[in-house]
Structure formats: C-alpha cells, structure tokens
T-cell receptor, first 116, second 112 residues
Framework: KQEVTQIPAALSVPEGENLVLNCSFT??????LQWFRQDPGKGLTSLLL?????REQTSGRLNASLDKSSGRSTLYIAASQPGDSATYLC???????????????FGKGITLSVRP | GAGVSQTPSNKVTEKGKYVELRCDPI?????LYWYRQSLGQGPEFLIY????????DSGLPNDRFFAVRPEGSVSTLKIQRTERGDSAVYLC??????????FGPGTRLTVL
C-alpha cells in the first residue's frame, strides 16, 4: 500500500527566504506526482505535475523535482512571500502494467507560514 | 464555468439523515473523482468515474455511501443514515483521462 509522508508538518520562515518542502513515498512504481496548495477553508489548487519519466518541472518561483527510485520529491520555493502561506500537499498516482491507477494518494501536507 | 463547482458549500445535518452532495466537473473532462478530507489530514480517495461508470469504488467506507454520474457529467455523492464520523470536507476533482486532477472548493459536511 502506497504511503506518502511530508515532514515537517509545519514550517515558519521569514520573507525572502528560499525553501524546500519534502515529500517521500514508499512505492516507487508511480505514474505521476502532483503538488497542490490549499488555503484555509478552500479546495486544492494544482501547482505542478511531474510525470514518472521527468526529473523536474518549473512554474514561476516554484520548482518541483522527482527522484522516483529513492521515493522522493521536493518543492522548491524561491524568494518566499507572505502570500505563499498555505498548506502544501503532494500526491502520487500509482502506475501499473495495464496503465495508471485512478486515485491520488496524498500526504498530510506541510503548513507554511511566511513572516513579513 | 471554468472550474469544478460543488454544491452546497456547507451542509449541516442531524445524525441518521440522508444527504446528497453535487459536483459539476470541468466541461469535457471524462474522469471524475470524490475524496474526503478530515481536519489535519490529506484527502482520501472515495470513488472514481470514467464516463458514466464507477471504475473504482474501493475507497467508499461502507454501503451507506453511494455515488452516481448518470450522464457522464454531473455527479452526486449520496450518504444514507449519516453518522458523526462522516463529518468532513468532501472534495470533487475532474480530469482528462489520466491527466492532471483539478479540484473543486469542497462541501463541508457537519453531522450533529
């Protein structure tokens, strides 16, 4: 059974700092990995999707990397801003011989606070 | 609309009652997913539709939970004889087949 872990559960940094959020998963046979942002009381906003054949994806100040063999992904946020404060979740979609499983398996998320 | 929509945004009900939660996916998305998120946890998978059929319902916790998607677009999640433990945020997502999943704002269900 796939398990996704995100540590630490919470992180507080001063504005302007570059930071890395970690995600690990137990079964490396994944189809893809998605990073999401969730604001309090809101739904999930997709940030980046990395296919299993890719090593990284970039969008603006965000860069996500994937090391499938070691079961790890990182989300790098450059020059953090107070508006980046939110919970960041990673989720994996399992692969299989006949195609990808449908569901995403999520971590519990990392709650980020960026202090002005 | 451009995104996934869910109604109602909040639902308060009494233990034992029946509730229906609605999801309108992004137009053209053939895949639709339901997840449940409890406080401080990541979303947990409930059921996945490809078109009109439930391709994977392995996440439904018990037979009080049922979902339909009769015309391959809008989906309804139905919960019978609600229990306090059903209180959570119910999230719906849609995608092109095997594509990036886009989530709605969720329905917060509170069972008193």
């Amino acid at each position: 059974k796939q398990e996704v872990t995100q540590i630490p559960a919470a992180l507080s940094v001063p504005e302007g700092e570059n930071l890395v959020l970690n995600c690990s998963f137990t079964d490396s046979a994944i189809y893809n990995l998605q990073w999401f942002r969730q604001d309090p009381g809101k739904g999930l906003t997709s940030l980046l999707l990395i296919q299993s054949s890719q090593r990284e994806q970039t969008s603006g100040r965000l860069n996500a990397s994937l090391d499938k063999s070691s079961g790890r992904s990182t989300l790098y946020i450059a020059a953090s801003q107070p508006g980046d404060s939110a919970t960041y979740l990673c989720a994996v979609r399992q692969g299989s011989l006949t195609g990808a499983n449908s569901k995403l398996t999520f971590g519990k998320g990392i709650t980020l606070s960026v202090r002005p | 609309g451009a995104g996934v929509s869910q109604t109602p945004s909040n639902k308060v009900t009494e233990k034992g009652k029946y509730v229906e939660l609605r999801c309108d996916p992004i137009s053209g998305h053939t895949a639709l997913y339901w997840y449940r998120q409890s406080l401080g946890q990541g979303p947990e998978f409930l059921i996945y539709f490809q078109g009109t059929g439930a391709a994977d319902d392995s996440g439904l916790p018990n037979d009080r939970f049922f979902a339909v998607r009769p015309e391959g677009s809008v989906s309804t999640l139905k919960i019978q004889r609600t229990e306090r433990g059903d209180s959570a945020v119910y999230l719906c997502a849609s995608s092109l087949t095997l594509g990036e999943q886009f989530f709605g704002p969720g329905t917060r269900l509170t069972v008193l």
